[in-house]
């Protein structure tokens, strides 16, 4: 993919960098040279963004043409809004802290060129905000209230703006930005999409092992997909692939939502997207959910401070206490008797103002229907570990151990398990769930919708084999082609 740097006045614009060509806005917005050519990056160095302006105007046409404009229109749209800069403040709140702790003033300016900052110290903070915020420069403010620094603004930086002891700093990290290594030309020749796969081979709970991940690459390049994984010191690079798929664990307030919305918002197709991150990976919205559209579920009660005592006369006991953003077994108790249901849940209020408790639901194994696109895609049985009550047990020194997984064959699971399940499922979305049930009484009760299920080889592709990996591959293809002919692909021409 070539790159070209979008300018007001190419002649004023001081700087060259490696890879990429000087380009006019008006030429860029006028010249049907560039409005004909494919798979062009655009980086937008104009002076200001604001609606209806040049800058403005070369990110929304860039968009149009199928090109890829940096920063975005959207991008855009979020600087100007500032609920959006106070979440990001409140998302990355233990971050600022820890950067600025050392600063003794009451207000600061960070400058972040191409996700780098001058100083070291700042690194992890100006990666974060470029992720936040994509684009080629931007300075962030930040104000400190009653003790805390806080996010007050961010904004494009223009070239005015660059003091001259950065200037050398600025050409550095412009030139390894454009400078990486290119694809392979067999691979552009190849392939028509690209799909970046995220992993972190440092997790405990990773939800696809590697020989799942190869699984998974030699099946998109089966379908004309180019696959690649990464981890996050690529993420400032997302906007370069078609699609991303999530093969790390999930949650709101960190990293794989924050790229996740990025890419949604660059208009990759994404495995999980945002919106079923912040569905499955909240069992408060999920009970609420559950209980709305008469989805089988064991009984629940959300509480808070003023209503743990009830909790006993609505669920029973033993009873189930799980913090809302629990995952892998982790956050979740049981407690047989009203004196540990109460100190457990004085424990969990300590960090969320709610808390769920659902009545004890006893079984040998728990099933976990697959569905992908609100179609049923494979069928598990997970085992309780022995002598437990979870398929996890979390034991001293952070060891675990696990129940033994017992994948089956779609056609042989309980067709009423499966039914109920993808119409869960399909409540959250239109992406990959793996939905958890027990069967219980002659019935299947969903205890919760993953939006980031394991697929391992040798365990959930056992009944399926190829075919499982193959499945999720070509639901990619069939959104990527789907928008393209929308009119916003950037695929290549295979």
Request: aromatic share 8%.
């Amino acid at each position: 993919m070539s790159a070209i740097l979008v300018t007001e006045n190419v002649r004023s614009w001081p700087l060259r960098f490696k890879g990429a060509e000087v380009v006019s806005a008006r030429d860029y917005l006028v010249g049907g040279a560039w409005a004909g050519r494919r798979g062009l990056r655009v980086y937008n160095l104009c002076r200001t963004y604001g609606y209806q302006t040049m800058g403005y105007y070369v990110s929304l046409l860039a968009a149009a043409r199928g090109h890829r404009p940096f920063p975005t229109v959207e991008t855009l749209q979020d600087l100007r809004l500032s609920p959006v800069v106070r979440l990001v403040s409140e998302q990355l709140e233990e971050l600022i802290q820890k950067s600025l702790a050392r600063l003794s003033g009451r207000r600061f300016e960070l400058s972040v060129y191409f996700g780098r900052n001058l100083a070291r110290r700042y690194d992890s903070l100006s990666r974060q905000l470029h992720e936040q915020f994509p684009m080629p420069m931007l300075r962030a403010s930040f104000e400190k209230r009653g003790g805390e620094w806080h996010l007050a603004a961010v904004r494009p930086i223009a070239f005015s703006e660059i003091p001259e002891s950065h200037r050398e700093f600025v050409v550095s990290q412009a030139e390894q930005h454009f400078g990486r290594p290119q694809r392979p030309s067999r691979a552009r020749r190849t392939y028509r999409y690209d799909l970046a796969i995220l992993t972190n081979p440092n997790a405990p709970d990773a939800p696809s092992n590697p020989k799942a991940l190869r699984s998974f690459v030699r099946a998109a390049r089966d379908v004309g997909i180019d696959a690649q994984l990464i981890d996050h010191d690529d993420a400032s690079d997302i906007a370069e692939f078609d699609a991303l798929f999530i093969r790390e664990t999930t949650f709101v307030n960190h990293s794989t939502y924050r790229l996740a919305r990025r890419a949604a918002t660059e208009g990759l197709v994404v495995i999980d997207d945002p919106i079923s991150i912040l569905r499955c990976t909240n069992k408060v919205f999920l009970a609420e959910l559950f209980e709305r559209n008469s989805i089988p579920h064991p009984e629940t009660v959300v509480a808070h401070e003023d209503t743990v005592e009830k909790i006993a006369a609505t669920v029973g006991l033993p009873c189930v206490l799980k913090r809302p953003d629990s995952a892998f077994s982790q956050g979740v108790v049981r407690v047989d008797t009203e004196a540990e249901l109460l100190a457990a849940a004085a424990d969990f209020l300590r960090d969320s103002q709610l808390v769920i408790a659902q009545a004890f639901t006893p079984s040998e194994f728990d099933w976990r229907i697959g569905v992908l696109g609100g179609e049923a895609l494979y069928a598990c049985r997970y085992h309780m570990v022995s002598g437990h009550w979870q398929i996890i047990r979390h034991e001293k020194g952070g060891k675990r151990r696990y129940g033994r997984v017992e994948a089956v064959a779609l056609d042989d699971a309980p067709p009423e398990a499966v039914r109920v399940a993808v119409r869960a499922a399909r409540l959250i979305g239109d992406g990959l769930y793996g939905v958890d049930m027990k069967e219980y009484a002659g019935r299947f009760l969903v205890m919760e919708v993953n939006d980031n299920p394991n697929i391992d080889a040798g365990c959930e592709d056992a009944a399926t084999g190829d075919r499982l990996y193959q499945a999720v591959m070509s639901w990619f293809r069939r959104r990527l082609d789907a928008r393209g002919l929308n009119g916003n692909g950037h695929g290549r021409t295979s």
